[in-house]
């Protein structure tokens, strides 16, 4: 939709120049409608760096991208849409309504009034090439011929939203390189059964630390950590979730053949010394109770029988026979309550792809391909992927405001 609108702007002669969206499902924008809850979280307000920093994979190639079109751009150009927007924490914006169906409204408005061809329930089967030049599409077994054809077919996440990677195929059918896609911003699987019985559980301000554990068969010659945050997590009947985690997947992928370990520090805000001082205060305070009535006051309830458990302490034990040692022991426990990632949930759950169409096939400034004249990519087909907070919506803007452009001249 952005390229369009943009190629349409940037024509040289509007009235000669006919663009069409070509749209399989039966309306336009269906995963713009579930982004952000609902609420689509189309950027986020903040510089260039902000953005380049919160891309994950192939952030340079996003340079002139984001120097053409902006997030102050995009805000710029909803407003300009007559869509209210506002800024909330993490500066994610999102419509002033709440609702996600009114970005796709305004774009759907715009679209009409400049007369850009939609069609829906349009499957496109393939890119036509002559001469290393487009030539055209195909779709319902006929051949459409176009000067330029944008592919903007998304990535292989939520494919029920009609992101089904065929934008994959025709890239690598006509000879571009494509980086095997994986999901991303994804929640992971834990091997222990503990997560299972803290299903449910919302852990806040906790820090976790993933760390690649040494090994000969991924050459791995000590331990590497991997990735370290604070903020918010959850447990799962498969195992973790939540902003905290879904941030952290997306670092993760080359380590999984390998063995790798989540540690959660569940009291960050006190260092190993306090937090000692802490439960020495807590066991005094319940001396004549058993271990398992003593943990109250520093954790949630349904966390407390994991950490009975994990602490090798008995739970009947009195508090005032627990030993140093077995203090000590339990204290380390909380600031490293570890767990072993075994992989990562499926497409079916990933807010985003990760891989796709090399960048090194792209041209960063105009998203035309350099192999094929007249080609061009945007959005989460091209191998690049950010972080939450908009950026990922942020990078389709400013890709499909490039491509179009350049597509009409
Ligand atoms: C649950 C969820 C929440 C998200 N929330 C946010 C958020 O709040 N903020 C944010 O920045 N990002 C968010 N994202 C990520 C964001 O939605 C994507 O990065 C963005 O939509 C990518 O845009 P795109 O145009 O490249 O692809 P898509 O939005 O996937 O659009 C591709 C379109 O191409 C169509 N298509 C595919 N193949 C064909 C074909 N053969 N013929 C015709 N049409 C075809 C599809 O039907 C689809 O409509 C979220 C993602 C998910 C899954």
Redesign the pocket.
């Known amino acids: 939709?952005?390229a369009a609108i943009a190629a349409c702007s940037a024509a040289p002669e509007k009235d000669k120049i006919k663009i069409t969206i070509?749209?399989?499902?039966d309306r336009?924008?269906?995963?713009?409608f579930?982004?952000?809850?609902g609420?689509?979280?189309?950027?986020?307000h903040c510089d260039k760096d902000t953005l380049l920093r919160n891309t994950v994979s192939n952030p340079r190639f996003l340079y002139s991208a984001f120097d053409a079109f902006d997030s102050m751009s995009t805000e710029a150009f909803f407003e300009s849409l007559g869509l209210k927007i506002k800024t909330e924490r993490g500066n994610?914006v999102f419509p002033a309504s709440d609702h996600?169906s009114d970005v796709i409204s305004v774009l759907h408005t715009k679209i009409k009034r400049l007369g850009i061809e939609v069609k829906l329930d349009?499957?496109?089967?393939s890119i036509e090439i002559k001469d290393n030049k487009v030539s055209g599409l195909t779709?319902n077994g006929k051949s459409y011929d176009y000067d330029a054809v944008i592919i903007?077919?998304?990535?292989l996440?939520?494919p029920l939203?009609?992101?089904?990677?065929?934008?994959f195929k025709w890239a690598k059918n006509t000879g571009h390189r494509v980086t095997v896609p994986e999901p991303a911003?994804v929640p992971m699987v834990i091997k222990e059964e503990c997560c299972r019985r803290l299903m449910g559980l919302s852990l806040k301000n906790v820090k976790i630390k993933l760390v690649a554990e040494k090994n000969p068969d991924t050459g791995l010659k000590k331990d590497k950590i991997i990735y370290e945050e604070f903020g918010e997590m959850l447990f799962t009947h498969f195992g973790v979730s939540g902003p905290l985690i879904l941030s952290a997947s997306s670092y993760i992928h080359k380590y999984l053949n390998g063995s790798l370990k989540l540690f959660i520090d569940l009291k960050p805000a006190l260092d190993y010394n306090m937090l000692d001082e802490r439960v020495l205060r807590d066991f005094e305070q319940f001396s004549n109770k058993q271990f398992q009535n003593s943990l109250d006051k520093l954790f949630p309830k349904k966390l407390i029988p994991e950490i009975v458990r994990c602490s090798g302490i008995m739970p009947e034990k009195r508090v005032n026979e627990i030993t140093r040692e077995e203090r000590h022991r339990l204290v380390k426990l909380i600031k490293n309550f570890s767990l072993t990632v075994t992989g990562l949930r499926g497409f079916d759950e990933?807010?985003?792809t990760k891989g796709g169409v090399s960048v090194k096939d792209i041209n960063p400034k105009t998203m035309e391909s350099k192999l094929i004249t007249g080609l061009f990519f945007?959005?989460?087909?091209?191998d690049v992927?950010?972080l939450?907070?908009?950026?990922?919506?942020?990078?389709?803007w400013s890709?499909?405001y490039a491509a179009g452009t350049y597509a009409a001249n």
């Open positions: 939709m952005m070509y749209e399989k499902n336009l924008g269906k995963k713009l579930i982004t952000g809850k609420r689509c979280n189309l950027t986020n994610r996600s349009s499957e496109v089967k779709l903007a077919s998304g990535g996440s939520y939203t009609g992101s089904t990677g065929d934008g911003l990933a807010i985003i945007a959005g989460e087909v091209i992927d950010a939450t907070g908009g950026f990922n919506l942020q990078i389709a890709t499909g």
